[in-house]
Structure formats: structure tokens, C-alpha cells
């Protein structure tokens, strides 16, 4: 990750986790309660920017959202939709009609437009390992698009380097927002933007409205959170695990299970 408020090591990573509730000083849980707990800064002098790799959490009851006990690892995918519902939804905000990257959160993006009741977005991907799994929209590779009037692209894939043909496919007007977490600076040949005059937005984190909204949509059925955890491992085997994450283009999402853990 680029250098970031609260970085640095010692750190506890992870800020998506599930979990039960063992002991409540707030009457809204109970134990044995399923909760989402999008980290927590319970580790004394350890950095815990995201703090949600831990057997143990000690949080505010305030941060936490109550969901469905039957939903089980799936729960942990709340933040991730609830960033891609907080780039949507809002003031003003278009949905996309063309989405970059087919990870966990280009997915969501296509399932959140789909679900709004919005047409469907194309999706573009270049890795053939993520290049299947559509519901209701269509994947194809950028060079088989020859469309250059999107009036909102997304970008999902974090690649800094793709500013400058995202612009070339753009309407005169048109918006560029940027979805992805971005670990170089972005930089974009100012005559194509002038010409189209483009508009950029950066989406921030999801808010905790945008995650009790996606909740709901979850629950309603109208959102599903199937087929994006394609592996799992135990904690304490996290160096592998990590390293699947980041290296194997196949996985999408990778769970950590502290269930069988002291």
C-alpha cells in the first residue's frame, strides 16, 4: 500500500471480519449475536489503522452492524459493497456504464448498477481468470470495445497508468470516477481531457449509512455477495495466505478463519 495516515509497523491489518459476540456492555447486542466489525483499536501502542486480524475484538457498539447468523463469510464482503454502494449512490452521482476490472469490487459495482434497476454496464477485464462469473452484464476485453462516447466510467483496478485511454473513451462531459485504491500518483495528458472536458471524482470510504443501506439490500435479496470468496485459510496460516491473495490472479477474495483458533 502508498504511505498512509496511521501506517507503519507494527500493524494489524484487516478491517473486514465477522464475528460473535462473546461479552456486550450495550443492551442493542447480546452474546452469541453475528456482527460485521470493520476493525477495531484495541491494540495498545500497535498500529491499528485497520485492526481486524485478531481472534478478539474490543469495539464500540456504535461501529459495529448487526447481520443474518446465516450468513457466514459472506458477511465479511459488507465493507467492500458498501464502498462500491458509496461511489454510486449519492447527489448528482451516475452509475456506471462502463466498469474497469472484474475483481470483488467491479462486481459489486455491475451488481449494485443491476439491482438500482439501471441498464447494464460493460465490463472490462484483460486477465482471462477473471474474465467469467457475469450476471445480467456483459465482460469484454477493451480492444474489442469500440465505444468512445461513456458518459460515467469506473475504474475498479487501481492501475495508475490507465487515466489517459479512460479519457479517450469518454462523451464530451463525461465522468471518470476512481473506485480503486491507487499506490502511485496519477497523472493524465491534460489536450484529450481539455477537448472532452472530462471530470474526475475520487469515492471514498463507504459511511455507516452506505453499509446498513447495502445490509438491507442483502438481506432484501436484491444484492448477492455469492461466488466473490473463492478461498479460504486458516489464521495462522496467513504469510501463505496473503501471498495467494496478492499473487494468484484467480483469487478474489481470501478469508482468514479464526474459528479453530486458541
Known amino acids: 500500500m ?8 507494527p500493524l494489524v491489518p484487516g478491517y473486514e471480519a465477522v464475528g460473535e459476540v462473546v461479552e456486550s456492555r450495550s443492551p442493542a447486542f447480546k452474546t452469541g449475536d453475528r456482527l460485521f466489525v470493520p476493525g477495531a483499536s484495541c491494540f495498545g501502542q500497535v498500529r491499528g489503522l485497520f485492526g481486524g486480524a485478531a481472534s478478539h475484538l474490543v469495539t464500540s457498539a456504535d461501529r459495529v452492524v448487526k447481520i443474518d447468523r446465516k450468513v457466514r463469510a459472506e458477511g465479511t464482503l459488507l465493507a467492500l459493497a458498501a464502498t462500491a454502494r458509496h461511489a454510486i449512490a449519492g447527489l448528482g452521482n451516475q452509475t456506471p456504464e462502463l466498469i474497469v476490472g472484474h475483481g470483488v469490487l467491479g462486481r459489486l459495482l455491475a451488481r449494485l448498477t443491476l439491482a438500482a434497476g439501471c441498464k447494464p454496464p460493460t465490463v472490462w477485464e484483460i486477465n482471462p481468470d477473471r474474465a467469467h462469473g457475469a450476471d445480467g452484464y456483459q465482460i469484454m476485453h477493451p480492444d474489442e470495445d469500440d465505444r468512445h462516447d461513456y458518459n460515467c466510467i469506473f475504474d475498479a483496478t487501481g492501475d495508475s497508468g490507465l487515466l489517459d485511454s479512460l479519457v479517450g473513451r469518454l462523451a464530451k462531459g463525461g465522468e471518470i470516477v476512481l473506485a480503486g485504491f491507487y499506490a502511485k500518483p496519477l497523472t493524465f495528458a491534460f489536450p484529450m481531457a481539455f477537448m472532452k472536458e472530462a471530470r474526475f471524482r475520487v469515492a471514498a470510504e463507504w459511511r455507516k449509512d452506505d453499509l446498513i443501506a447495502t445490509r438491507e439490500l442483502v438481506e432484501a435479496g436484491a444484492l448477492s455477495l455469492d461466488g466473490l470468496i ?12 496473503y501471498t495467494t491473495a496478492f499473487t494468484d490472479a484467480s483469487c478474489l477474495k481470501m478469508i482468514l478463519s479464526w474459528e479453530s483458533t486458541p
Request: proline share 20%.
Open 2 to 9: 502508498p504511505p498512509f495516515p496511521g501506517m507503519g509497523y
Open 230 to 241: 473463492t478461498h479460504q485459510s486458516p489464521a495462522m496460516d496467513a504469510t501463505a495466505a
